[in-house]
């Protein structure tokens, strides 16, 4: 019985589980990534020349280019539009706006990401291990 109700718990416990950040450190950028139960991934790569969010839908794909004009809403009331990569010299505007992102997806408890039209969504469970996110993403890039 203790075993029919263990893999019960844990066959469950994946199905209503919250996505996990992970991140990674490689010559110079720092890129933050969590994945979603439909095997969709978002990502953030931060370096002393630019910073860059992509997000790849389940099969793999990436959805949008470089130039396209992302919305981000955190928590279903914080709507943050950037640019899906802002480089050193960009408008002020543009980085506020990323300033803004990376200050608050660590508290973020529902992200959900809009490009073209598509939309992709997250429930970070593990923020706290991404607080690094602000100071390291300002820092490079001097945000």
Known sequence: M??????????LSGVFASDFWESSWNRGETSYFITNKLNERLSFTCTSEYAHLSVQNSNGNFVG????????????NNKITIPAKIEKGAFKTQHDAWYDLVYDIPISKGIRVIINQQEFIFKPNNSKSIEDISTN??????L
Do not use: D, G
């Open 137 to 142: 993403c300002r820092e490079y890039f001097n």
């Open 65 to 76: 280019t470089e130039k396209e004009i992302i919305s981000v809403v955190l928590n279903e």
């Open 2 to 11: 203790k075993r029919i109700l263990l893999v019960l718990f844990i066959m």
